[in-house]
């Protein structure tokens, strides 16, 4: 039986009705509680996160900014409730920051370099800070620790003629971030705040 683009269409819209939280969650949660499916209703929910997720990861890795840019929208009151105030507080920030402070021309700048393809292939698009991350990986890690299995990658020749390189790429880098001032954003980072967390300890050993 072969399947038309209309009917797998038809099909997808009645599987997303059925099977993800939409406008009709809210009423069935306002029938008696004996009324109530628990594992129905979560499992709404739970393919609505998948199905933003989804979403997500697929306009990351195509590029469509205007799209993770909506989908981030929605995600901020998730994470709020699970209690990730930091990462939602410096999104709705960043959204507001973008579409109603900043001046037309760095507004323009900052939308069209939200995510970078280094490689320059098909669904190869990443967020600016995985490619920091990575460049902090790579700074951390020693080179011969990395690609020094066996036999003469291995030897203490080799990783002394390899630990110079290993210099100039940390210095080339920080030449970098000091001549665009991105020294804070990137392998520069603030001193930890322990207060709170000495707070709540003294408070656990006085109690």
């Known amino acids: 039986m072969v399947i038309t683009t209309v009917q797998l269409q038809s099909l997808a819209a009645e599987l997303s009705l059925t099977y ?28 609505k996160y998948f199905s933003l997720y989804e979403e997500l990861s697929y306009a990351m890795n195509q590029g469509d900014i205007g799209c ?7 995600w901020i009151p998730i994470l709020k409730a699970l209690g990730k105030h930091k990462y939602t507080s410096h999104m709705t920030t960043f959204l507001s920051n973008v579409h109603f402070v900043y001046p037309k021309g760095l507004r323009r700048a900052i939308h069209y370099h939200m995510l970078v393809n280094p490689t320059g292939k098909a669904m190869k698009w990443h967020a600016v800070n995985w490619c920091v991350e990575l460049n902090n990986l790579f700074m951390k890690t020693s080179h011969y620790v990395k690609y020094g299995r066996k036999g003469v990658n291995h030897t203490i020749e080799w990783i002394l003629l390899e630990s110079p390189l290993v210099q100039t790429y940390c210095m080339s880098q920080s030449v970098v971030q000091k001549n665009f001032l991105h020294t804070h954003l990137s392998i520069k980072h ?7 967390t000495f707070n709540v300890l003294l408070t656990q050993l006085t109690n």
């Not at 993770?68 to 929605?74: D, P």
């Not at 603030?190 to 709170?196: E, G, L, R, Y």
């Open 20 to 47: 993800v939280a939409g406008h009709t969650l809210g009423c069935m949660w306002q029938k008696p509680h004996k009324e109530w499916d628990i594992q129905y209703k979560n499992s709404l929910l739970l393919n």
């Open 68 to 74: 993770v840019k909506t989908c981030t929208i929605l």
């Open 190 to 196: 603030a001193d930890p705040n322990m207060t709170k």
